[in-house]
């Protein structure tokens, strides 16, 4: 059941879930091309692609979408590994891949490897099925494992590379991946998740509103607002659903049918232990506006009158 804040803005459920349900992704431009990307990656069996960005941009929420609509629309069998931090072997790594993909890990790192290329023929052969690998905070995989991922794409036919793997990793990635250039040199496909655009992010927003059941989701937060959240978020999505939330608790505590501003500046007061600069810099976008001078931050939302539009992955041929 919804709490008190979110019901009183009208919603069924919180707009600020941080599981990874996909009717709360919002495919931005740059996630759609990312997505198409990787897709062409795995149609053209070309081995290995990385998606990277900044802490908070979204890329774990994008690896879970991709690995639920590859799944659906094409039928190819995805796995993920998470929690790599804890990969501090080859051997580990190897029975953390076979897991994933629901097999039992047997023996040493040879019969693993052996284990795999078997199940991979397979699914490639008798099947006629892509296999896909997802790997989530790729960077954190300890660099004595690293290697087996070259490995793991040396497993193929005279046609086609059995496993595709998709590496998700924050940006630090590219100093660690300098010292494997056998592994540097097979990236087929590079995506760079950044911030969300002023207009993405107020669309964001909306989605959220609207799929946790408000009537009026335009309502909710007017320009001043949008703004004062902007600053804060800086478009990075899990700052802004960060934000948005605080605010929204701050308003109905006050008895407000509105976000505004002030809301949004108290709020941040309240995390200024995140992000304390940000803070600063929204308590600067409102005294500015307040004294007549705003300076613009959401310079690029137009007057808002429909819905925006969530793009679709395009289908395979």
Known sequence: MATEYVRHFGMQETPFARNHDPKWFFLSGQFKEA???????????AGLALIRGDVGHGKSFLIEYLTTTFTKLFG??????????????????????????GLKPEGTSRKMQLQLETWLLQ??????????????????????????????????????ILLQIVLS????????????????SR???????????A????????HRFKTAGARDPFRICPADAMRALYAYSEGRPRDLLTITEAAMQEAYLQ?????HAEHVVKAAKGLECRRPQATKQTETIVREAQTGRPRLV????PARTTPPRQPQVAKAA
Not at 78 to 94: K, V, Y
Not at 298 to 301: D, I, R
Request: with cysteine; hydrophobic share 45%; proline share 3%.
């Open 35 to 45: 997505a198409i990307k990787t897709r062409w990656m795995v149609e053209e069996n």
């Open 76 to 101: 190819w069998k995805c796995a993920q590994l998470q929690n790599t931090g804890t990969i501090s072997s080859p051997r580990a790594l190897l029975g953390e891949v076979l897991t994933a993909f």
């Open 123 to 160: 699914q490639a052969i008798d099947e006629e099925k892509k296999v896909v690998l997802f790997i989530d905070e790729a960077q954190t995989i300890n660099s004595r494992a690293f290697p087996v991922i070259r490995d793991l794409l040396n497993l193929q036919t005279r046609e086609r």
């Open 169 to 184: 990793a924050q940006l630090n990635i590219d100093r660690k991946i300098a010292y494997f250039p056998a592994l540097q």
């Open 187 to 197: 990236i087929a496909s590079v995506s760079t998740l950044s911030a969300l655009t």
């Open 199 to 206: 207009t993405e992010a107020d669309s964001m927003l909306l």
């Open 255 to 259: 008895g407000a049918t509105q976000i």
């Open 298 to 301: 959401l310079t690029e939302s």
